[in-house]
């Protein structure tokens, strides 16, 4: 009886704390959800992507590419760093969970709020899972000093950048010196990069080149949001050849399937895509940043492609804005979830100019609570 209680209050807090945002597949009052839940590039995917995907169906006959090898060579040639240290799969969540498989972690240190799978994959690999406060008063900025002295308790330190939901950005310096303090340690340092391809400064700000500098650091980057493909499932992560090697003896040789192998090299060699994504992303950020603190909505200045938001001086709490806009058809991502954040905080994606209007508008009137 109690094993029974116990596993029915581990499961109501699964659904609590690892529920993600909106379910687009519901039916919508308006016919079709606008979806700001999902932080996808507003773009779309790019045709040369579509047209791609579509010329390479016929070949679904066939078994992929095994292990990979010529995404992998575009991967590392985008990149910078040999195609040794890549490796790819369904989406960065997919190499998140083979990653605590293979390392099996005592201890796992996470600051929050930050994206929930680290947490859950973290706890299906039998680890420990320490929290690490982010706090409001700071700007959700992590106390570097206090973050350097919690590491050496701990096995791995899972670090999102830009984070996610709050959007803050660790400088490159901050990070390599997280990974120098940890360096010759039975330690790891993860940071997942997802985002990072939003900013025009992405290439400068990723610790990407360090992964052969520093065998215990390991990058993750989703391909499927910067390059609108989430149904697809793509991502790579990046670390010394050494851990590569030992990673991909957890996973089988087809683990990327054929279109998602085309998609990704296609999308790699699209610079004019990635430019005006940037441009688009930084553009509609800077209006809806506005139009929140217009409303007396608190947000940070948006890094990438959402605006963590603070919903307190309103009154109006994250649920209640929530289903205040799903009876306008927008879907938002209600926080409160999130470790570390309470009832008033949400989320909202960056989308294209008419849609952020339409939020706008309609958050106007939802916000009088």
């Not at 990046?238 to 296609?266: F, M, Y």
Request: glycine share 8%.
């Amino acid at each position: 009886m109690l094993d029974a209680e116990k596993t029915k209050k581990e499961t109501a807090r699964e659904q609590r704390i690892f529920r993600h945002g909106g379910n687009i597949y519901a039916p919508s009052p308006t016919g079709k959800w606008l979806d700001f839940s999902a932080n996808i590039n507003p773009m779309g995917m790019a045709d040369e992507v579509a047209d791609t995907i579509r010329a390479h169906i016929v070949d679904l006959v066939h078994y992929p590419e095994p292990n990979a090898v010529r995404l992998r060579q575009a991967i590392g040639k985008a990149c910078g760093i040999p195609m040794e240290a890549v490796l790819p799969g369904n989406g960065a969540s997919d190499l998140l969970y083979l990653l605590f498989e293979m390392i099996r972690p005592a201890h796992v240190l996470l600051p929050i709020p930050t994206f929930s799978e680290y947490e859950r994959a973290a706890l299906a690999a039998r680890s420990r899972v320490r929290y690490f406060g982010l706090l409001p008063d700071m700007g959700f900025r992590p106390d570097m000093g206090k973050l350097l002295g919690a590491c050496p308790a701990t096995n791995v330190l899972v670090l999102c950048n830009p984070n996610n939901p709050t959007g803050v950005l660790l400088h490159r310096e901050a990070v390599e010196m997280l990974a120098m303090a940890m360096k010759g340690r039975d330690q790891w340092l993860v940071v997942d990069e997802s985002f990072l391809d939003f900013r025009a400064d992405g290439t400068r700000e990723s610790v990407l080149p360090l992964v052969m500098r520093y065998p215990h650091l390991l990058v993750l980057r989703s391909m499927t949001k910067f390059y609108a493909l989430p149904g697809l499932r793509l991502g790579f992560l990046a670390a010394h050849p050494d851990t590569v090697r030992r990673l991909r003896r957890g996973r089988d040789i087809w683990a990327v399937n054929t279109l998602a192998q085309e998609a990704g090299i296609t999308a790699l060699g699209l610079p004019d895509y990635a430019e005006k994504s940037r441009a688009l992303v930084k553009r509609e950020g800077a209006f809806l940043h506005e139009a929140m603190e217009r409303m007396g909505i608190g947000s940070l200045a948006p890094t990438v492609n959402f605006l963590l938001l603070d919903l307190h001086k309103t009154g109006c709490t994250a649920a209640d804005l929530a289903e205040r806009l799903r009876a306008h058809g927008i879907l938002i991502r209600d926080c409160s979830n999130y470790p570390g954040l309470d009832a008033y905080y949400a989320r909202i994606a960056v989308r294209t100019q008419k849609e952020n209007q339409t939020l706008v508008q309609a958050m106007e009137e939802a916000i009088q609570c």
